[in-house]
């Protein structure tokens, strides 16, 4: 081992460390991500982690499903390697069954639904300024 580094520090663990530096990966929003996701295991149980994140999966694919049929209707010329059985009824069916869903969670369980949705909503403005960030580079 280096004699510069600790000890205590497993050697694999330098070498990942050194490998996530030289490719580029995000390494303060993955420790932002561990501690979040540790703050989350020790905050309750695994049935309310589920609740607070499942509306908010519902939610996307229910936008999902919207975007393929949206695609699918402006961009007629793109390649269709998959057909979807019973388009477009099944999937409209799908995201009606999403939307009751996501009503019923929201009504039944608003003290772990909206905080869910609270926390997809942090990204909004993120979203819009790396967006801005991206426009003033170019």
């Known amino acids: ?4 580094f600790p000890r205590f520090i497993p050697a694999h663990l330098l070498l990942a460390a050194a490998l996530a ?3 580029a990966v ?4 993955l420790w932002a991500q561990a ?3 540790s703050l989350l295991a020790l905050s309750g149980s695994y049935s309310e982690l589920l609740e607070y994140v499942i509306s ?3 939610l996307f694919y229910v936008l999902l499903v919207v975007a393929v ?3 699918r209707r402006r961009r007629p010329d793109l390649p269709r390697p998959f057909r979807a059985p019973a ?3 099944l999937p409209i069916l799908y995201a009606a069954a999403g939307l009751v869903l996501i009503g019923v969670l929201l009504s039944g369980s608003p003290r772990t639904t909206w905080p869910g949705y609270a926390v997809v909503a942090t990204g909004i403005p993120v979203y819009f300024l790396w ?4 426009r003033l580079a170019s």
């Open 56 to 58: 908010a999966d519902i």
């Open 69 to 71: 049929i949206v695609l």
């Open 26 to 29: 995000p390494a303060n929003a």
């Open 87 to 89: 388009y477009p009824f």
């Open 35 to 37: 501690l979040w996701a």
């Open 131 to 134: 967006r801005r960030r991206d």
């Open 21 to 23: 530096f030289a490719a």
């Open 1 to 4: 081992m280096h004699p510069r």
